[in-house]
């Protein structure tokens, strides 16, 4: 077995700020650590050898022993939860191992998610069920695989212990991966606690880290809000055209550097519908797929007020300039999102009447129940034979509303002076074949907590990892669930 020191070198940057900023917390010990899933990919990046053990790294990721270098934390945040303040929160069941240097020179946080109780636990038993860690781990990777910034996993190791909800459940640790861990919530704690030199601090400690750019800037708070709400924009955006839902964007789980942070009832559109909820806990639709830009730009208000004194000292102005500025965020998401989709419909050029072409097709996807992802792959396949328009059409339950909207499309796209087989091409580019469909990674799960089957999680997530390709022998990977398939809502895990 290797010794701890072989594990790749560990800094932790963010222990050199205040210790109100967070606690230090060892992890609690688990009975059998086993690596269940290795993301040898990632591992690569991060500088793992192959003279490293799965045992010697169970170890490590399991919290059973310390790598050099590591000073293990848990990171203090408060948060809105469903519109509702709390003043404190904190990882509760994560503990920041430190960071890494990857293969570009980039500083990564290794974070171990179910690694035991910490002082935000709030009663909780800081541990992870399996079947959350594999849906993150999937989730994560399917993300990063569709070029949408994220957390990335990086391993799930069994603990040999049972974690109580409610039912036994194996447990887990999964080694999560990030640009950084810093939330509007985090921000939100010292705001809770009118601590305004504690958000000084965290706002450069931030900018000087992720955002150097604009370190000498005059007024850097506001290019740093600015910086924050044009990657927010950018972030929704993007989840809106490959169908994501995050299902809890509390301030919380909304991270500052525009990354998808925190998977727990998340999943991607089946059959088209703004309203689609996936968060059992989700009663009202707060974070239904439709409402997601107005969530956003709502905790981006709540992140302005938490450095209004950085941006000027006269509140009044300050306000104005928030406002302001987050004013423009919808047009801001806008433009971001209809440049992505209409990149998808295979439009380069934009025209004034581009926009209610998209929305013309949202709203016969909708009307016609029609599969979102399918749609619009099929849409790819069909652009350069206009006999290929059927396999279009049977995917809506009602026709109509598909075949009044093709001409319109065929005559548009006929407009941008370019080879229809190019077109195509550009339009496979963007359009993914295979999403993380919920039924599959539902069997998925299923399979390896009830019988220790990881085979389906491996291939799910080796298909997954080329979305964009076209997998003859995983085709049934990207049909869309049939009558029967379970289409659940999900929890956190906690």
Same mark, same amino acid.
Not at 43 to 66: C, M, Q, R, V
Not at 160 to 184: C, D, K, M, S
Not at 302 to 325: G, M, N, S, Y
């Given at each position: 077995?290797?010794?701890?020191?072989?594990?790749?070198?560990?800094?932790?940057?963010?222990?050199?700020?205040?210790?109100?900023?967070?606690?230090?917390?060892?992890?609690?010990?688990?009975?059998?650590?086993?690596?269940?899933?290795?993301?040898?990919?990632?591992?690569?990046?991060?500088?793992?050898?192959?003279?490293?053990?799965?045992?010697?790294?169970?170890?490590?990721?399991?919290? $059973?022993?310390?790598?050099?270098?590591?000073?293990?934390?848990?990171?203090?945040?408060?948060?809105?939860?469903?519109?509702?303040?709390?003043?404190?929160?904190?990882?509760?069941?994560?503990?920041?191992?430190?960071?890494?240097?990857?293969?570009?020179?980039?500083?990564?946080?290794?974070?171990?998610?179910?690694?035991?109780?910490?002082?935000?636990?709030?009663?909780?038993?800081?541990?992870?069920?399996?079947?959350?860690?594999?849906?993150?781990?999937?989730?994560?990777?399917? =993300?990063?695989?569709?070029?949408?910034?994220?957390?990335?996993?990086?391993?799930?190791?069994?603990?040999?212990?049972?974690?109580?909800?409610?039912?036994?459940?194996?447990?887990?640790?999964? &080694?999560?991966?990030?640009?950084?861990?810093?939330?509007?919530?985090?921000?939100?704690?010292?705001?809770?606690?009118?601590?305004?030199?504690?958000?000084?601090?965290?706002?450069?400690?931030?900018?000087?880290?992720?955002?150097?750019?604009?370190?000498?800037?005059?007024?850097?708070?506001? &290019?740093? @809000?600015?910086?924050?709400?044009?990657?927010?924009?950018?972030?929704?955006?993007? #989840?809106?055209?490959?169908?994501?839902?995050?299902?809890? =964007?509390?301030?919380?789980?909304?991270?500052?550097?525009?990354?998808?942070?925190?998977?727990?009832?998340?999943?991607?559109?089946?059959?088209?519908?703004? $309203?689609?909820?996936?968060?059992?806990?989700?009663?009202?639709?707060?974070?239904?797929?439709?409402?997601?830009?107005?969530?956003?730009?709502? $905790?981006?208000?709540?992140?302005?007020? &938490?450095?209004?004194?950085?941006?000027?000292?006269?509140?009044?102005?300050?306000?104005? #300039?928030?406002?302001?500025?987050?004013?423009?965020?919808?047009?801001?998401?806008?433009?971001? #999102?209809?440049?992505? =989709?209409?990149?998808?419909?295979?439009?380069?050029?934009?025209?004034?009447?581009?926009?209610?072409?998209?929305?013309?097709?949202?709203?016969?996807?909708?009307?016609?129940?029609?599969?979102?992802?399918?749609?619009?792959?099929?849409?790819?396949?069909?652009?350069?034979?206009? $006999?290929?328009?059927?396999?279009?059409?049977?995917?809506? &339950?009602?026709?109509?509303?598909?075949?009044?909207?093709?001409?319109?499309?065929?005559?548009?796209?006929?407009?941008?002076?370019?080879?229809?087989?190019?077109?195509?091409?550009? =339009?496979?580019?963007?359009?993914?074949?295979?999403?993380?469909?919920?039924?599959?990674?539902?069997?998925?799960?299923?399979?390896?907590?009830?019988?220790?089957?990881?085979?389906?999680?491996?291939?799910?997530?080796?298909?997954?990892?080329?979305?964009?390709?076209?997998?003859?022998?995983?085709?049934?990977?990207?049909?869309?669930?049939?009558?029967?398939?379970?289409?659940?809502?999900? @929890?956190?895990?906690?």
């Amino acid at each position: 077995m290797i010794t701890s020191s072989q594990f790749p070198t560990l800094d932790n940057a963010y222990s050199g700020l205040p210790e109100r900023f967070y606690r230090y917390v060892t992890p609690t010990p688990v009975h059998k650590p086993e690596l269940a899933l290795w993301n040898s990919v990632l591992a690569n990046e991060l500088g793992f050898t192959n003279s490293e053990t799965k045992d010697s790294i169970a170890a490590i990721l399991s919290g $059973n022993k310390i790598p050099d270098g590591s000073k293990p934390l848990a990171m203090a945040y408060a948060g809105h939860q469903f519109g509702q303040f709390v003043p404190q929160l904190g990882d509760g069941r994560a503990i920041l191992l430190g960071e890494v240097l990857d293969s570009n020179g980039k500083k990564k946080d290794v974070q171990l998610k179910g690694a035991g109780i910490t002082p935000f636990s709030r009663r909780g038993d800081g541990r992870c069920c399996l079947g959350p860690a594999i849906r993150e781990y999937l989730a994560s990777e399917a =993300m990063h695989a569709l070029r949408i910034p994220t957390t990335r996993a990086l391993a799930v190791t069994l603990t040999g212990e049972r974690v109580y909800r409610e039912r036994p459940f194996p447990g887990a640790v999964l &080694t999560r991966v990030a640009n950084g861990h810093i939330r509007v919530g985090t921000f939100q704690y010292f705001l809770a606690r009118n601590d305004i030199d504690g958000i000084k601090v965290l706002a450069d400690y931030v900018i000087d880290r992720y955002f150097p750019g604009i370190a000498n800037s005059d007024e850097r708070y506001k &290019t740093f @809000f600015l910086t924050v709400r044009d990657a927010q924009a950018s972030l929704i955006a993007q #989840w809106m055209q490959v169908g994501f839902i995050h299902g809890v =964007m509390n301030t919380d789980n909304t991270s500052v550097l525009g990354e998808t942070i925190d998977y727990g009832p998340c999943a991607f559109l089946d059959t088209y519908d703004p $309203n689609t909820v996936y968060s059992y806990i989700d009663h009202y639709g707060r974070y239904a797929f439709g409402n997601q830009p107005y969530i956003a730009a709502w $905790n981006l208000g709540r992140f302005a007020e &938490t450095i209004l004194e950085l941006i000027d000292p006269d509140l009044q102005k300050a306000v104005a #300039w928030a406002e302001e500025v987050l004013q423009d965020f919808s047009s801001v998401f806008h433009s971001k #999102w209809l440049q992505g =989709m209409l990149t998808k419909i295979g439009l380069k050029t934009h025209l004034p009447e581009d926009h209610k072409l998209v929305e013309e097709l949202l709203d016969a996807m909708h009307k016609g129940k029609a599969d979102y992802t399918l749609t619009f792959r099929q849409l790819a396949k069909s652009v350069d034979n206009i $006999n290929s328009d059927n396999k279009v059409i049977e995917l809506f &339950t009602d026709p109509s509303y598909i075949k009044a909207w093709l001409p319109n499309w065929r005559a548009r796209i006929g407009r941008e002076n370019r080879e229809l087989s190019d077109i195509a091409k550009d =339009m496979l580019k963007v359009n993914p074949a295979f999403i993380l469909r919920n039924h599959r990674v539902e069997r998925a799960i299923e399979m390896a907590v009830e019988k220790g089957d990881f085979s389906m999680v491996l291939e799910l997530h080796s298909v997954l990892s080329k979305p964009f390709d076209d997998q003859p022998n995983y085709e049934t990977y990207s049909e869309a669930p049939r009558p029967g398939d379970w289409q659940c809502k999900t @929890f956190c895990g906690t």
